[in-house]
């Protein structure tokens, strides 16, 4: 079968050949354990799964053995008829099968009036669909079958843990094929994977989970990105503050953080008479410095920026590398404006966002686009009910996004409780897509402290805030930048600039001349003068990735001019010292 000419397949389309490929898998598996209990069997993105109660454990090699004999069902062109049953019968259809029974009797309560099933020659299964009509629609060479796992029935570890089979399914081999492609290159430059191989940091059990300790070589990258954050904010009118990690429960109170954020909070400390609380966010203390005189309208607006410590709580399952983490580093800062700033001071943020995101080199439309999240008038309980002013305030936010003409989706209730917002989505190395942070529009907090400034005609007036970051949390972004990059960092990022390697113990103290003084020019240099042959120090500079290698023999040492190899290159070059450290120091100050 030819995929040149086929139409890529609609995601209803391929939903249904994904559900049917599950069937299949379970007619199959039905051959070989006729006496199987059925568990769920949902979609997923980029195929399926199903999940299987058998007499014994799977063996993975029995999944080309699935796959095979799912290929010569489809090449039968296999029909899906849907029926309806009465409960009665179903759940005689179903007596051998408590999963199947479970979830007839969970539909009975629901108020169903009977049950969908499908039927497929002999196999008859419960089931809402919808599939497709016949095996004809779905392509034998874009599936395959991945991996075998536990899962608990219902999710519940009180449970049987069933066998769960996972498939991938696209409407055309090609598609698939990508697929594949982009996993084994998402795996190659995992950041966990990459962040060990090249020390940027590790984790301590005594220390804690989601609690990653950054070794030298991952803070050099760290605070690069902190001093680029600090340089470019300050140019573009933001003023630093420092506020402390912790506290008193009632800030949060006042707020309104503390309900809404109460599961993702850590339990208060007393200390004294006082209740504290390491804080997960930054906002009402940027609140009480503003509150902390009176203010006048030439103030504003006023853009208070902080490095900021943030800590929520994470289920430990879900922590993973730097992305989920249990305390993390937000570029975080709060403007407080008037009402008619807001709009140039959004289109503000965005423009530093998208100068951020050029400097690392990821292309607005393709590795990132903005989302509008908006409220729902509907939901009093999750957004603060206030009509005209989310209409306001998402007009200015759905204005500036058009004004600027940037890729953009709306999303109905992804609001925060205090305002719409936008969020930047960034797309990851695997193809997925997630919020890397936001910028908020805030009616609710000025009103919740009392927030004023003394307008031109001296009359009292009402801020509004704008909550934003510039590049989001360091973690994460270093987590993303780390597979971006697959661990090549530009030079201004890499923790070794020069790597310069000894010939023989006669130039070991050479190499280390040669390092202090690119260190003290500004270039981070560092010597090894092992006793490891060169071959092995040129091989371990390759690994670590560093952008430029000197190596420094008899030849190098009575010559004027430094020989450098380039990463990525076969060969070498010849440079003047003077130069050389001109060059390298233009990169670092360009950020290239
Ligand atoms: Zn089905
Ligand atoms: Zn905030």
Not at 91 to 99: A, E, R, V
Not at 118 to 128: M, P, Q, T
Not at 182 to 202: I, Q
Not at 337 to 357: F, G, P, R, T
């Amino acid at each position: 079968m030819s995929d040149k000419n086929e139409k890529p397949a609609s995601a209803g389309k391929l939903e249904k050949i994904r559900h049917s490929l599950s069937h299949l898998m379970s007619m199959a598996i039905s051959e070989l354990y006729p006496r199987v209990g059925l568990g769920v069997g949902p979609v997923i993105e980029n195929g399926f799964y199903q999940d299987y109660d058998l007499p014994e454990a799977l063996n993975p090699d029995i999944l080309p053995k699935l796959e095979k004999r799912m290929r010569e069902m489809i090449g039968e062109n296999i029909e899906f008829k849907q029926h309806q049953m009465s409960f009665a019968q179903a759940l005689k259809q179903y007596k051998h099968d408590p999963y199947k029974t479970e979830l007839i009797k969970d539909l009975k309560a629901a108020g169903e009036k009977n049950v969908s099933f499908y039927k497929s020659e002999n196999f008859d299964n419960l089931c809402a669909g919808p599939h497709v009509e016949s095996t004809k629609e779905i392509n034998p060479e874009a599936f395959m079958l991945t991996k075998l796992a536990g899962a608990y029935w219902r999710g519940s570890e009180k449970n049987k843990m069933l066998t769960r089979i996972y498939g991938l399914a696209f409407a055309t081999k090609q598609e698939l094929e990508n697929h594949l492609k982009m996993m084994a290159e998402a795996e190659k430059r995992d950041h966990r994977k990459l962040g060990k191989e090249l020390d940027l940091f590790v984790f301590s059990e005594i220390v804690g989970k989601g609690l990653p300790l950054l070794t030298p070589k991952g803070t050099v990258i760290r605070k690069e990105l902190e001093k680029f954050v600090l340089e470019e904010e300050t140019k573009r009118g933001y003023q630093h503050v420092v506020t402390p990690n912790l506290a008193r429960v009632e800030l949060y109170k006042k707020s309104g953080h503390y309900p809404y954020y109460k599961d993702t909070m850590y339990p208060m400390m007393k200390v004294d008479e006082e209740e504290l609380i390491l804080r997960p966010m930054t906002c009402p203390h940027h609140f009480e410095l503003y509150n902390s005189r009176p203010r006048s309208y030439k103030e504003l607006p006023l853009r208070l920026a902080e490095i900021a410590h943030q800590y929520r709580y994470e289920k430990s399952g879900e922590l993973s590398g730097l992305t989920r983490v249990r305390m993390f580093c937000l570029a975080d800062a709060h403007i407080i404006c008037a009402k008619e700033q807001a709009e140039d001071e959004i289109k503000n943020v965005l423009d530093l966002i998208d100068y951020s995101y050029n400097i690392f080199g990821l292309a607005k439309g393709k590795d990132y686009r903005y989302r509008l999240s908006l409220g729902d008038r509907g939901d009093n309980k999750k957004f603060y009910k206030d009509d005209a002013a989310w209409d306001k305030a998402e007009g200015i936010l759905r204005k500036t996004l058009e004004k600027i003409g940037v890729p953009y989706f709306e999303a109905k209730g992804e609001a925060a409780f205090y305002g719409p917002k936008i969020d930047v989505q960034m797309k990851k190395i695997n193809g997925q897509e997630e919020t890397a942070f936001t910028v908020q529009y805030d009616f609710v907090m000025p009103k919740r402290f009392a927030m004023k400034y003394i307008d031109r005609d001296g009359k009292e007036n009402e801020p509004i805030v704008i909550h934003r970051s510039s590049i989001g949390c360091f973690e994460r972004t270093m987590a993303f930048l780390i597979e971006h990059y697959a661990g090549a960092f530009p030079v201004w990022l890499s923790p070794t600039q020069v790597k310069i390697a000894s010939v023989g113990q006669a130039h070991g103290e050479f190499c280390q001349k040669l390092a202090a003084e690119f260190r003290e020019n500004g270039v981070r240099a560092e010597a090894d003068d092992s006793d490891e042959t060169v071959g092995n120090k040129i091989r371990k500079a390759v690994g670590e990735k560093v952008p430029y290698m000197l190596v420094v023999g008899d030849r190098e040492m009575a010559s004027l001019k430094l020989t450098v190899r380039d990463r990525g290159e076969k060969t070498t070059r010849e440079i003047g010292k003077q130069e050389f450290i001109k060059e390298v120091n233009k990169k670092i100050k360009n950020r290239m």
